[in-house]
């Protein structure tokens, strides 16, 4: 009854009304956000991830429970206008991305204070490329790329149709050729002292022009 009493209230604010909340809600759930990261960043740096006194937890907890609340409230005061002359099937697919993109903030969140802490001197490209990271951060950001990673790709395949499966399907076909070839041409020509030996950034930038690609042929297979 709360939920649906908090949604009536949402729709019957004038679009400007919307807006300034939704701007306070997005400003104060950075802030949240921050607070988590640096909380988890200087546990990191005593040499434990988790909280080892009642008050840590505690702090833990109501950080979560502000986020989660926050995170609820944004997708609240977006609905009017996610759903505004929308089939069933488009709000589906756009509350997906709604959810999916807020999977991936707390990663870009992290890497960049992690980075930016350990890599104070390092060019900016550096930092997100090959800069060092503290071994529990890493550890940290790891597994949640792999938790985001599989939870974004079951709620993506659950809302999508059949014609976006098949420019999926083409669009990470397409790219994998694309890794194929650049791969072992790169290695070749390393081999005979033309390019310089890959390294593991290296790698994650052909992973991130194979992206590039899916998303290009994606888009082209979708909207054309």
Known sequence: MVRFGMVAWVEQQRPVTRIALLIVAIILALLVAGIFAGFMIASLEHGHL????????AFLTIAAASGYALYRAIRLLLRPSLSAGL??????YSKMWLIVMSLGLPIGIGLAMLSRRGNRRDSLTRIFIDGTLPAGGAVLLAATV??????????YHRAIDDHEERAYLWGSQIAYYFLAAAIPVYWLLDRGGLVPTITAGGAMLMLLASLVIQGAVWAWFKFR
């Open 87 to 92: 089939s069933p099937f488009e709000q589906r």
């Open 146 to 155: 792999m938790v985001v990673l599989g939870v974004g790709a079951m709620l």
């Open 50 to 57: 988790l909280p080892r006194k009642p008050r840590g937890w």
